[in-house]
């Protein structure tokens, strides 16, 4: 009953969310525990790849900063590939759960389109999954990854490989591995960054 509960309450939030800025929306989701099912064996095993393709593909990163942290779930998968994690979460109550969850990385309330890493400096690999959904203007959020990340890496499921594919066949040596579990399937796109 509690998940059908939860299930209709995403529904109910996420409606007119899709490419859009709902920041609002977002924090709402919050209201519970974890809202995207990140605990389930499904998400877990998405996790878990993405963190493999990065040990693979790019080895141990000194700095790693993850847009859209959420309450850490996939933070716990990414701080076994770098020295010192970074996330950043548009919600309040995801941020202080993560802060609980990974305690060994910093968090902090951000969104993509004005965050500042506090030292100026980029951050080894930035990586954004299953967030670009949420977002109006996909083109400038990968302007901004390129401006924080000198590695870049994104994940997108299924659904989505035709609105989102476009944005990165253009980008120079971009590489991509599709992962699957189940009928379900993932995008992860990763590249060096285009700005210096």
């Not at 899709?18 to 609002?24: E, G, L, P, S, V």
Request: charged residues 25%; contains cysteine; proline residues 3%.
């Amino acid at each position: 009953m509690l998940a059908t509960i939860k299930k209709i309450w995403m529904r109910l939030l996420l409606r007119k969310a899709h490419y859009q800025d709902a920041c609002n929306k977002m924090e709402q989701l919050y209201l519970v525990h974890d809202p995207w099912n990140m605990a389930s064996e499904r998400e877990q095993y998405r996790l878990k790849e993405t963190a493999r393709v990065i040990k693979e593909e790019m080895g141990a990163v000194k700095t790693l900063l993850e847009i859209g942290s959420g309450e850490g779930h996939q933070s716990l998968f990414f701080k076994d590939v770098t020295d010192k994690l970074y996330g950043i979460d548009i919600s309040e109550k995801a941020v202080a759960r993560a802060a609980k969850n990974c305690p060994d990385a910093t968090f902090e309330v951000g969104d993509i389109n004005s965050y500042q890493p506090p030292n100026g400096q980029k951050y080894d690999l930035v990586v954004a999954c299953e967030i670009l959904y949420y977002l109006s203007d996909i083109a400038k959020a990968i302007d901004k990854l390129n401006g924080l990340g000198k590695k870049c890496l994104v994940s997108y499921f299924k659904a989505e490989f035709k609105n989102l594919d476009p944005f990165f066949n253009g980008i120079k040596n971009s590489r991509s591995r599709i992962i699957s579990y189940g009928a379900l399937s993932w995008k992860i796109v990763w590249w060096e960054s285009q700005k210096g």
